[in-house]
């Protein structure tokens, strides 16, 4: 059974910072691409950020380039987003992904919060 385990939101100021873990079970990690999406109140869920498993090559939404950083240990099976500098507007449930070119095997977390308010 494939599982990935979203943990590290909550509730933080406006300029602070969050990491986001993601524990995934199941599955080799090193085959897939991983990424992080996020649904905010009454919108569409949007990609965040991902990360190749064939090139190490990362993407970034315009809206948060310069304040995530995406990373992940095939070893420990986790994949993480750091986010700082954080604006009310990145509240939202941030979702894991991973997801395989070859097999098109889509997997998902169940999402954390992260709340971003003075």
């Known amino acids: 059974q494939v599982q990935l385990v979203e943990s590290g939101g909550g509730l933080v100021q406006p300029g602070g910072s969050l990491r986001l873990s993601c524990a995934v079970s199941?599955?080799?990690?090193?085959?897939?691409?991983v990424g992080w999406f996020r649904q905010a109140p009454g919108k569409e869920r949007e990609g965040v950020s991902c990360?190749?498993?064939?090139?190490?090559?990362?993407y970034y939404a315009d809206s948060v380039k310069g304040r995530f950083t995406i990373s992940r240990d095939n070893a420990k099976s986790t994949v993480y987003l750091r986010m700082s500098s954080l604006k009310p507007e990145d509240t939202a449930v941030y979702y894991c992904?991973?997801?395989?070119?070859?097999?098109?095997?889509?997997?998902w977390g169940q999402g954390t919060q992260v709340t971003v308010s003075p």
């Open positions: 990360h190749s498993s064939l090139d190490g090559t990362t």
């Open positions: 992904n991973a997801f395989a070119m070859d097999t098109r095997s889509d997997y």
């Open positions: 199941g599955i080799t990690l090193e085959y897939y691409a």
